[in-house]
């Protein structure tokens, strides 16, 4: 189930589509619309309370792809790069990538670039969106070191200052100043907020308490990328395992076949489709919801509490309209295999099918 989607130039890519529901069955399921995204922007929107309290969950719950404003297409209008490429540059940078990183991903994306060029981009997307990292000194050793009049205000250094007037004193970072943190970028809160759950003694996740592991919880300061990749991707399960809970209440006809990554799929009887999509859509909001209220944040907008489409379909495939040719699959599903497109419904489709079906 781990194959890639459908695409007509590589071989053998219909081969999730040849999966397919019993006679008198449908798969029904959705894709979580923008799961780790939101889940990292609603961690760093706690520190507010207010939903869209910082630039980067606002980008995230207001953004519309059609319209392209949208993080990616933003990240891609700002740095001259294509959306996919935007795409992959953005979710690197959430999971703890670095400059360099970024660097030869530019490279790859544009050979032509040369080495400053990418260094020129890379720098500018990291300034702009992770922000600068700020070193606060411990009040108990600002005296002999700033003047009188500085004693009520926080000093705050960069990192090289902050290693060099550690190093001049004969200590470490950790004695002398605070926690780091980022400032000045669009994602500095999301990230701060991700590095306080990260670097905390006992990690936990922020909706479930789910702890992270000891065998990475042990010696502080390491495996930094891992742990910050933990935060969000461990979130997004306990996101999945509060929907499993809801639709077994919600939707006890429907038996649940699989899920991967962000998407769920549900078997049913056919007269039970729009029971379903029904409770998934419903499903979406109770969990969105339930998260929103771990982390203090009592508000849900209506762009975020739906599926944008529930897939009430025959086969299993990403969406339910793609004929998923391939060189392989020249005809396509409904020419080669009579497999007809299924239906895509929003929660306003969904509650017209359902008002139209008295029974349910």
Same mark, same amino acid.
């Given at each position: 189930?781990?194959?890639?989607?459908?695409?007509?130039?590589?071989?053998?890519?219909? +081969?999730?589509?040849?999966?397919?529901?019993?006679?008198?069955?449908?798969?029904?399921?959705?894709?979580?619309?923008?799961?780790?995204?939101?889940?990292?922007?609603?961690?760093?929107?706690?520190?507010?309370?207010?939903?869209?309290?910082?630039?980067?969950?606002?980008?995230?719950?207001?953004?519309?792809?059609?319209?392209?404003?949208?993080?990616?297409?933003?990240?891609?209008?700002?740095?001259?790069?294509?959306?996919?490429?935007?795409?992959?540059?953005?979710?690197?940078? $959430?999971?703890?990538?670095?400059?360099?990183?970024?660097?030869?991903?530019?490279?790859?994306?544009?050979?032509?670039?040369?080495?400053? &060029?990418?260094?020129?981009?890379?720098?500018?997307?990291?300034?702009?969106?992770?922000?600068?990292?700020?070193?606060?000194?411990?009040?108990?050793?600002?005296?002999?070191?700033?003047?009188?009049?500085?004693?009520?205000?926080?000093?705050?250094?960069?990192?090289?200052?902050?290693?060099?007037?550690?190093?001049?004193?004969?200590?470490?970072?950790? &004695?002398?100043?605070?926690?780091?943190?980022?400032?000045?970028?669009?994602?500095?809160?999301?990230?701060?907020?991700?590095?306080? $759950?990260?670097?905390?003694?006992?990690?936990?996740?922020?909706? +479930? *308490?789910?702890?992270?592991?000891?065998?990475?919880?042990?010696?502080?300061?390491?495996?930094?990328?891992?742990?910050?990749?933990?935060?969000?991707?461990?979130?997004?399960?306990?996101?999945?395992?509060?929907? +499993?809970?809801?639709?077994?209440? +919600?939707?006890?006809?429907?038996? /649940?076949?699989?899920?991967?990554?962000?998407?769920?799929?549900?078997?049913?009887?056919?007269?039970?489709?729009?029971?379903?999509?029904?409770?998934?859509?419903?499903?979406?909001?109770?969990?969105?919801?339930?998260?929103?209220?771990?982390?203090?944040?009592?508000?849900?907008?209506?762009?975020?509490? /739906?599926?944008?489409?529930?897939?009430?379909?025959?086969?299993?495939?990403?969406?339910?309209?793609?004929?998923?040719?391939?060189?392989?699959?020249?005809?396509?599903?409904?020419?080669?295999?009579?497999?007809?497109?299924?239906?895509?419904?929003? $929660?306003?489709?969904?509650?017209?099918? *359902?008002?139209?079906?008295?029974?349910?």
């Amino acid at each position: 189930m781990t194959a890639s989607n459908a695409h007509r130039e590589r071989v053998g890519s219909e +081969l999730r589509a040849m999966v397919q529901a019993p006679h008198g069955y449908r798969l029904v399921g959705a894709d979580v619309d923008s799961q780790e995204l939101w889940i990292a922007a609603l961690l760093g929107d706690s520190g507010s309370g207010a939903v869209g309290g910082h630039p980067f969950g606002w980008a995230v719950v207001a953004g519309d792809k059609a319209r392209h404003t949208d993080l990616h297409s933003l990240t891609a209008a700002a740095h001259k790069l294509r959306r996919d490429h935007a795409k992959v540059v953005n979710y690197a940078r $959430i999971y703890g990538a670095g400059q360099n990183f970024a660097e030869r991903l530019l490279k790859q994306f544009n050979p032509t670039m040369t080495i400053s &060029e990418a260094k020129s981009k890379a720098a500018k997307m990291f300034a702009t969106t992770k922000g600068r990292r700020v070193y606060t000194l411990k009040r108990q050793y600002m005296e002999g070191f700033m003047d009188e009049d500085l004693d009520n205000q926080a000093v705050e250094m960069t990192s090289y200052q902050a290693m060099r007037l550690a190093k001049l004193s004969g200590k470490t970072l950790e &004695e002398m100043f605070e926690r780091p943190r980022w400032v000045g970028g669009t994602e500095s809160d999301m990230f701060n907020k991700l590095e306080e $759950i990260a670097d905390c003694e006992s990690p936990r996740t922020a909706f +479930l *308490c789910g702890a992270l592991s000891r065998a990475l919880a042990a010696g502080r300061g390491r495996w930094t990328n891992t742990r910050l990749n933990w935060a969000v991707q461990s979130a997004a399960a306990d996101f999945l395992h509060l929907m +499993l809970a809801s639709m077994a209440h +919600l939707a006890p006809r429907a038996r /649940f076949c699989l899920s991967f990554h962000d998407e769920v799929r549900y078997l049913v009887p056919e007269e039970y489709k729009y029971e379903t999509a029904l409770a998934l859509q419903i499903t979406n909001l109770l969990t969105r919801a339930f998260c929103s209220q771990r982390v203090g944040i009592n508000d849900l907008p209506l762009s975020v509490a /739906f599926f944008s489409s529930v897939e009430v379909d025959q086969v299993l495939r990403k969406e339910s309209t793609l004929s998923c040719t391939t060189p392989s699959n020249p005809h396509g599903l409904e020419k080669g295999y009579g497999i007809p497109n299924g239906e895509s419904l929003n $929660i306003f489709d969904v509650l017209e099918k *359902c008002h139209a079906n008295k029974s349910l």
